[in-house]
C-alpha cells in the first residue's frame, strides 16, 4: 500500500501544480474543481442533466441548457 502512495508522489514533480487531479472535468472547462470533481458551474450542469459524470456534453445539451437558463431565471 505504502509503495503505491509512493509511486503516485513520484509522478507529480513538486514544480508541476497538480492539475488533473484538482480540475473540473468538464469539456473544455479550466476551473479547478469544487464539487464531485467538476467546478461550481458544471455542477450545476451536471445536476440539471447537461453533461454527464465524466463532463460529456449530452446530446439534447443545446435544448436542455436552454431551459436550464430559463429555470435559474426564474430563481
Ligand atoms: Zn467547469
Known amino acids: 500500500m505504502a509503495e503505491k502512495k509512493q509511486e503516485k508522489t513520484q509522478l507529480v514533480p513538486n514544480n508541476v501544480v497538480s492539475l488533473t487531479d484538482n480540475r473540473c472535468k468538464a469539456e473544455g472547462c479550466k476551473s479547478k474543481s469544487k464539487k464531485a470533481e467538476f467546478c461550481e458551474e458544471h ?33
Open 43 to 75: 455542477f450545476n450542469w451536471f445536476k440539471a442533466g447537461l453533461i454527464t459524470k465524466e463532463g460529456k456534453y449530452v446530446i439534447d445539451f443545446e435544448k436542455k441548457y436552454q431551459h436550464y437558463l430559463a429555470s435559474k431565471k426564474v430563481a
